[in-house]
């Protein structure tokens, strides 16, 4: 389970600044696989490393360094949004100065990590679980790039792999931002790969039954 400390720590939003235009619609609205793969990568990548060098480039603000990371071939990375489904795939924008995930591209749009990680409806404060490519998309930002890239303490031992895109999970809102996640093991799973031999302790929500 990956649950950020809510009372007295400062928001994501708070933390996380970004440039770019306010826009209606949300990242987890984005409801299908077919809509987000409208837009080819490939295509997009090969678009930037042809662009006239004239041209304005977009650019967004890299949270941790302050700083407008200009949008180009080179800092932009490909990553798996499934761990079993390597044609699904998201472009995540990275800082020169301190190597992280400042945007995820998907749906044909770059999206700001404040920005992906809100909805609509600034009161939702609730356990929802993982049914939209949307919300799919947020469980990928959350798990490979705020807790891998910006919370993860390097000193302890643990793998922040994609999640498969049939695993159970759901996600925690609180007043309308996403703060974290658990996925769900049906008993008897086997937790570990083949290839590790460590183990660690788990935490684990029970529900009495």
Not at 156 to 168: G, K, N, S
Request: hydrophobic fraction near 35%.
């Amino acid at each position: 389970m990956n649950l950020r400390s809510i009372p007295q720590t400062p928001s994501i939003s708070q933390c996380l600044m970004s440039t770019g235009s306010m826009t209606k619609r949300h990242l987890v609205e984005l409801l299908s696989l077919e809509e987000h793969e409208a837009e080819s990568l490939d295509k997009y990548l090969t678009s930037l490393e042809a662009m006239d060098s004239n041209k304005v480039m977009e650019s967004i603000q890299c949270h941790l360094c302050d700083i407008q990371i200009v949008v180009t071939k080179d800092r932009s990375k490909m990553e798996a949004v499934f761990r079993d489904q390597e044609s699904s795939r998201v472009l995540h924008l990275q800082c020169d100065s301190c190597k992280k995930s400042v945007a995820l591209r998907a749906g044909g749009k770059w999206w700001p990590l404040q920005e992906s990680l809100h909805c609509g409806d600034s009161y939702r404060s609730s356990f929802k679980e993982v049914a939209t490519f949307g919300e799919r998309l947020l469980l990928h930002v959350l798990n490979r790039i705020i807790f891998k890239e910006v919370e993860h303490d390097s000193g302890t031992p643990a793998l922040f792999l994609p999640i498969p895109a049939d695993e159970q999970a759901k996600l925690i809102w609180c007043n309308g931002e996403v703060v974290g996640f658990y996925t769900l093991k049906p008993r008897g799973n086997n937790l570990f790969f083949n290839c590790l031999r460590d183990g660690w302790h788990l935490c684990f929500v029970w529900n009495g039954g």
